[in-house]
């Protein structure tokens, strides 16, 4: 009833309007990551994660509201969530999220699970400056859910493809994001020692690339 009573207000005011829809998948993932009082977005954000998820239950194929909501999925179970199967199940969702989002914002992405390598990585090859919002979020709710999903081998498995997705981006736009996209590759690069196929110097330049 909390909740309800303060979110009330704004939602009417927003479902009054399209371009209300458009402005918040536009800004409230901006909002959220921007802020520097994290004690204020624990706090707050569990309660947008619910108001995006009822937006989503309103406007199904909407990418910009499947993409905010797998952006703020993702980063509150990777920052605020302790318990390793809450966070499990809170990426499942922003993986979901993401992969819905990539297929409303193109139909050739709805199969991007269970297409082959090759084809995943030529279907990136046509990807273009529009794309890059879409890729970015894709890879990092992917790579936030192999991080909890470890002990599944085929989540691990599907790491290349997270590659894949965030070398796309920073060929297209290196700087989205300030960079990030250089961060994730760092950490990719880095997992493993090099005696076991791991690409420390590549890492290194990623990492320095992000700074």
């Keep these: 009833m909390r909740i309800a009573k303060y979110l009330m207000g704004p939602m009417l005011a927003l479902l009054l309007t399209g371009c209300g829809v458009a402005r918040l998948d536009d800004s409230l993932g901006r909002a959220v990551m921007q802020n520097n009082d994290l004690a204020t977005v624990e706090a707050g954000l569990p309660s947008y994660l619910l108001m995006v998820d009822g937006l989503i239950v309103n406007w199904p194929e909407r990418s910009g509201l499947l993409m905010t909501g797998a952006d703020l999925y993702g980063a509150y179970a990777g920052v605020f969530v302790d318990d390793e199967a809450r966070a499990a199940r809170l990426n499942e969702k922003a993986l979901a999220y993401a992969l819905r989002g990539a297929c409303a914002h193109d139909g050739d992405y709805c199969d991007l699970r269970d297409i082959e390598v090759p084809a995943f990585e030529a279907l990136l090859d046509e990807a273009?400056?529009?794309?890059?919002?879409?890729?970015?979020?894709?890879?990092?709710?992917?790579?936030?859910?192999?991080?909890?999903?470890?002990?599944?081998?085929?989540?691990?498995?599907?790491?290349?493809?997270?590659?894949?997705?965030?070398?796309?981006?920073?060929?297209?736009?290196?700087?989205?994001?300030?960079?990030?996209?250089?961060m994730y590759l760092g950490v990719l690069n880095s997992i493993l020692p090099a005696s076991l196929g791991g690409r420390p110097e590549q890492a290194r330049d990623h990492f320095e690339r992000a700074v």
């Design 128 to 182: 273009g400056q529009d794309d890059v919002p879409v890729l970015f979020s894709l890879g990092g709710a992917w790579a936030g859910y192999i991080q909890t999903h470890t002990e599944d081998w085929n989540a691990v498995a599907e790491l290349s493809r997270v590659r894949l997705l965030m070398e796309r981006v920073v060929a297209l736009d290196e700087d989205y994001r300030y960079g990030q996209a250089h």
